[in-house]
C-alpha cells in the first residue's frame, strides 16, 4: 500500500483538535526548550506540517528554533518527549470524575466530601478507621495524624492543613494495633509509601494479606514547613492562632480570620515551601483510590477522582444515601485539574542541575 504522508499530517492534526488541547510552539519553547529539558531528538522539528520550526546548533547544542509562522496545530508539544498532554500522564487512570458536596456539615472545608466519605464508610463498616490529619491542641495549625473510628469525630478534623503529616506512620499503628482495614487521606507522597508497601514484594500489604487500605489523596501543589508558614504569617502582621481557615485556591493562598480575608499569590512563599516538593510532579496522587480538591469545582464543592472500582462503587454509594450530592464533572471542569497537574510536572524542569 503506498503511504501518503501529507494524508497522516493532516489526520494528526484532525485528531488532536478533536481530542487534546493544543498549544503552539512557544508554549513548548517556555517549558521544555529554555528550561533545559529538551532533548535535542528532532521531534519537534521534523513533526512540523509547515516547516515552521528549525533545529539550529548554538554553542554545539541543538535548539528547536521557531523561523517560520506557527499555525498552532500542536503537533511539536504532543509529540515532544518532555511535554505532557495526555490525561493518564496527568492525572493517571480515572474511571469517572464527580463535582460532589456533603449534605452534612461542612464549614470547615469546600464540599466536605472526604469527611463525608469517610463518614459513610465507617457507618457501613467498610474501614475500621480513619487515618486523617487533626490540628494540634497545643501548637496552632500544626498538624497531628489521628485515626478516627467514629464518624461524629470527623468533624473536629474537617479543613486542609498545608503543613506535612506522618499519617503513614499513624497507619502503621492502626496495623500494629490489630485494625484490619483503614483508610488514610493524605497528599500523593504519601500515598506513594502506601504504593510502595503494595507493589514491593517484601512490602506490608504482599506479606500481610489480612490488611487492607483505602487511599484518598488530596490535590497538593505544595506543603510548607510549618515554622517558616509561621515566620510568613507573622511578617505580615498575622498570628496562625487567629486564622480560621486555610485554602489555596486560583494560584493563591488565602486566610481567613473572623470576617477578614487576607491572600497572596503561592509563589510569594516559595521560601516556605518543604524542600521535598521540588521534587514532586504528582499533583492529584495517581495510585490512590480516590483524589479530591477544589480546583475543577465551583466554591464550597469538592472535586473527585474515582481511580478504582471499589472508589466508584462507594461515590454511587453514598449519592445514593444522600450522604453527597453531585454531578458528573464535566470535559472543562476535567481540563482545570489537568492543567494544575502539568503546571506543577513542568516546574521539576526548572530544578538547577549540575550539569
Known amino acids: 500500500m503506498k503511504r501518503n504522508h501529507k494524508a497522516a499530517v493532516e489526520e494528526m492534526q484532525r485528531l488532536l483538535k478533536q481530542n487534546t488541547k493544543r498549544y503552539a510552539f512557544k508554549k513548548l519553547e517556555k517549558e521544555v526548550i529554555k528550561t533545559g529539558a529538551c532533548v535535542e531528538c528532532g521531534a519537534c522539528v521534523a513533526a512540523c506540517p509547515v516547516d515552521a520550526i528549525s533545529g539550529e546548533r548554538t554553542d554545539r547544542k541543538y535548539v528547536p528554533i521557531l523561523t517560520g509562522e506557527c499555525i498552532s496545530c500542536g503537533i511539536c508539544y504532543a509529540m515532544c518527549p518532555r511535554s505532557f498532554v495526555l490525561q493518564d500522564q496527568l492525572i493517571g487512570e480515572v474511571k469517572n470524575s464527580w463535582k460532589l458536596q456533603s449534605t452534612r456539615d461542612h464549614m470547615r472545608q469546600d464540599g466536605g466530601a472526604v469527611t463525608a466519605i469517610l463518614g459513610y464508610m465507617l457507618d457501613e463498616k467498610m474501614i475500621e478507621g480513619a487515618v486523617v490529619a487533626c ?55 504519601n500515598i506513594d509509601a502506601i504504593h510502595r508497601m503494595e507493589e514491593h514484594s517484601e512490602g506490608l500489604f504482599n506479606v500481610d494479606r489480612a490488611a487492607s487500605v483505602f487511599k484518598i489523596s488530596l490535590f497538593c501543589m505544595e506543603s510548607f514547613n510549618y515554622g517558616d508558614l509561621v515566620a510568613f504569617l507573622k511578617k505580615a502582621g498575622i498570628e496562625i492562632e487567629n486564622v480560621s481557615h486555610f485554602a489555596i485556591t486560583s494560584g493563591e493562598l488565602k486566610v481567613t480570620l473572623g470576617s477578614d480575608v487576607r491572600s497572596w499569590p503561592v509563589a510569594e512563599l516559595n521560601t516556605a515551601a518543604a524542600s521535598s516538593c521540588a521534587f514532586c510532579q504528582d499533583f492529584t496522587g495517581k495510585y490512590s483510590d480516590l483524589s479530591c480538591g477544589n480546583i475543577g469545582s465551583d466554591e464550597g464543592w469538592t472535586t473527585v477522582l474515582a481511580r478504582t472500582d471499589r472508589a466508584a462503587d462507594i461515590i454511587k454509594g453514598a449519592l445514593k444515601k444522600g450522604i453527597v450530592k453531585g454531578e458528573a464533572l464535566d470535559a472543562e471542569s476535567l481540563q482545570a485539574v489537568m492543567n494544575s497537574a502539568r503546571f506543577k510536572m513542568n516546574k521539576y524542569y526548572r530544578l538547577q542541575t549540575g550539569h
Open 135 to 189: 490540628r494540634s491542641s497545643d501548637t496552632p495549625w500544626l498538624p497531628v495524624a489521628t485515626t478516627i473510628t467514629r464518624r461524629e469525630d470527623l468533624y473536629r478534623c474537617g479543613g486542609t492543613i498545608y503543613t506535612h503529616a506522618q499519617v503513614i506512620d499513624e497507619m502503621l499503628r492502626g496495623f500494629k494495633k490489630n485494625l484490619s482495614s483503614l483508610a488514610v487521606v493524605g497528599t500523593a507522597c
